[in-house]
């Protein structure tokens, strides 16, 4: 792998609840193997495993991803009482019914009142949860001085609640605190809108669960980068045969944020780059300035870009609570999915033997898909 050194590391880590222990598990497999991100970009749940990452120092890392799942999943720490996929799947919707009614420690915890009975315009009023436990639990495990600081990017994505439009909280341009990182996971009508100078804040996954397109058009217009893409929701699923079936793989599709159409629009548009970067490095001095040809230099990047897919692929007892199932058990169990995945990719011949693309973008999904170039 000695032609692909020099490359930035990125983590991209879309939204995804309870299921986002499978990004840690990833994270912590990636340290093993001595990978260290360069750059964390996340979104929801995502972003607040990002946060962790970029807020402790590389060997307290996984410690503090592990507190912080440890704490959300300790609520729920018994198992189902008959070894079958039936009872496991019965066991999941009760610790999901008892999460939703009764909160999740260090995440959120039930209103006292309806909304309905709170004075409008009130935080009260606009949510079921309250999430000021998930602030105790940031400033505890997040240090905010190292992200503007250190050596790690951070970037988390939001959705202005008044213009809909994505807004990314970036350390590269301002100072981040726990509300930037509250803002990206504040789902509605759950949880309540986070303020920020001024401006009210929901879940970015509300329009894009993903923040990979944000990472892959400000990454800089000539950084070669190698992007684990760990995503919480697959694309791909069978046929429904129930109604929670249906509700299952309705949450599947809309989460999941068209992850390959934007890698395979990206790459297209990279190849184009390319090609542009090359040709106006051959044109004559005579048409150097030709309008025309400033316009592709201008937009022209020899980058070369390697996207990495890590996908949570649920068990065959999951249904469509799964993203807020917080027991210990399922907890652990998407843990060691992320990490099996990926130690499954990078034992696998063709991350071991890849380069850096010599034209447009290498895209790899090494856990089920096989290899895409």
Known sequence: MTEADGERTVLVLQGGGALGAYQAGAFEALSEAGIVPDWVSGISIGAI???????????????????????????????PWLPSQFARAFFNELTAAAGASLGVTGFFEPR??????????????????DTAPLHKTLTELVDFGRIQSGPVRLSVGA?????????????KERALAPEHIMASGALPPGFPPMIIDGE??????????????????????????????????????????????????????????????????????????????????????????????????????????????????????????????????????????????VQRTLANAA?????????GVTILDLTRDGIKT
């Not at 959705?159 to 350390?171: H, I, L, P």
Request: with cysteine; hydrophobic share 40%; net charge neutral.
């Open 112 to 129: 006292f009142l309806s909304p309905l009975l709170e004075p409008a315009g009130t935080p009260a009023a606009l949510s079921f949860y």
């Open 49 to 79: 495993n990002a946060a962790l990452i970029a807020g402790n120092a590389p060997e307290r890392r996984v410690e503090k991803l592990r507190a912080f799942w440890n704490a959300v999943s300790s609520g729920l720490q018994s198992s």
């Open 351 to 359: 991350f071991q033997t890849r380069t850096k693309p010599k034209q």
């Open 159 to 171: 959705v202005n609640v008044r213009t809909g439009n994505v807004v990314y909280f970036d350390s």
């Open 200 to 341: 009210a804040y929901w879940d970015g996954g509300l329009v894009s669960n993903t923040p990979l397109q944000y990472v892959l058009d400000s990454g800089g217009p000539r950084d070669d980068m190698l992007v684990f893409q760990v995503d919480l929701f697959s694309a791909r699923g069978p046929m429904p045969r129930t109604i929670s079936d249906v509700m299952e793989r309705e949450k599947d599709i809309r989460f999941s944020s068209r992850t390959r159409l934007n890698t395979d629009v990206f790459r297209e548009i990279q190849t184009l780059r390319r090609a542009a970067k090359r040709l106006t490095s051959k044109l004559p001095a005579e048409l150097s300035d030709d309008p025309d040809a400033r316009l592709l230099a201008d937009n022209a990047c020899d980058a070369a870009i390697t996207i990495v897919h890590l996908i949570q692929r649920e068990a065959a007892y999951e249904t469509e609570s799964k993203d807020y199932e917080f027991s210990r058990l399922s907890v652990q169990e998407h843990w060691n999915a992320g990490r099996k995945d």
